[in-house]
């Protein structure tokens, strides 16, 4: 098979995009096939041509303006607070969230950035915090903001929701803070807030993303029970390591191991 290069026209997120792609191309019958390294830049090329065409930072222009104030990816990560796992996969082809985008060129620019380590760049919302336990509860099947529920393991399926997305998207989905307790992580101050979740409006929350609602079915798949969510969340040196009481940084989701 040759090697060879071209502009082909992808339907992708809702845009008609051009793209120069690469593949090995067999000259007797024209079947395209790609091996690993292929595939991973044609998908890098794919994702830049569509954060072209929405406004956003490309994965080379973030490593060009990281590089010319002379910033690691660990630094860059801390200014924007977020791991350093979100920017080396911003950089190497995974597109960024508009908020996100946002962040960078705020820094870039030389613009403060607030820094709150225990809210997951986002503003607490307890109508999507409802949102996400309700989407939950349509994938497991059962509800989990039952009548007289302290939220025991709906608070688990709800931190793990926002660590995944905060490592993926480099945004929490509902800006909640959680706490080391006995009983695993678990949202902070509880108790205070476990009616208001019951009672707010979710149709007033901003809807979930395609990537948040996959994130949502990928939990749910590999926590189908409350026992097996509590478990996995028993596991997680992100609580382990932390005292009874202490925040949980969002920084730790890089170090979740169960998802």
Same mark, same amino acid.
């Given at each position: 098979? $040759? ?14 995009? %051009?793209? &120069?792609?690469? *593949? @090995? ?92 380590? @225990?809210?997951?760049?986002?503003? &607490?919302? +307890? ?6 336990? $309700? ?17 025991? @393991?709906?608070?688990?399926? +709800? ?18 803070? @959680? ?7 678990? +949202? ?21 993303? %395609? *990537? ?23 596991? $997680?040196?992100?609580?382990?390591? *932390?005292?009874?009481?202490? +925040? ?12």
């Amino acid at each position: 098979m $040759e090697k060879k290069s071209g502009k082909e026209r992808i339907e992708f997120r809702g845009k008609t995009l %051009e793209v &120069i792609t690469e *593949h @090995y191309v067999c000259p007797q019958c024209g079947i395209k096939a790609d091996d690993i390294p292929l595939a991973s830049r044609n998908q890098k090329a794919l994702s830049d041509s569509y954060r072209k065409s929405a406004g956003m930072l490309t994965g080379d222009e973030i490593v060009e303006e990281r590089k010319k104030r002379n910033w690691s990816q660990a630094a860059l990560a801390s200014a924007i607070n977020v791991g350093i796992a979100s920017i080396k996969r911003w950089e190497t082809g995974q597109i960024q969230t508009k908020a996100m985008d946002d962040s960078l060129r705020r820094v870039f620019q030389g613009g403060a950035q607030p820094s709150d380590p @225990y809210t997951g760049n986002r503003v &607490i919302s +307890l109508p999507r915090i409802k949102l996400v336990l $309700e989407a939950f509860s349509a994938k497991l099947g059962r509800q989990l903001l039952r009548k007289g529920n302290r939220l025991l @393991y709906a608070g688990k399926y +709800l931190w793990y929701a926002d660590m995944i997305a905060f490592r993926e998207l480099g945004q929490s989905m509902t800006g909640a803070p @959680y706490a080391t307790l006995p009983q695993g992580p678990q +949202l902070n101050n509880y108790r205070d807030l476990v009616d208001l979740i019951r009672e707010a409006d979710a149709a007033k929350a901003e809807p979930l993303s %395609e *990537h948040e609602e996959r994130i949502i079915n990928k939990i749910a798949l590999s926590f189908p029970s409350d026992q097996s969510v509590y478990k996995a969340s028993h596991e $997680e040196p992100c609580w382990k390591n *932390h005292c009874n009481g202490e +925040l949980i940084p969002y920084s730790d989701a890089d170090n979740i191991i169960n998802i």
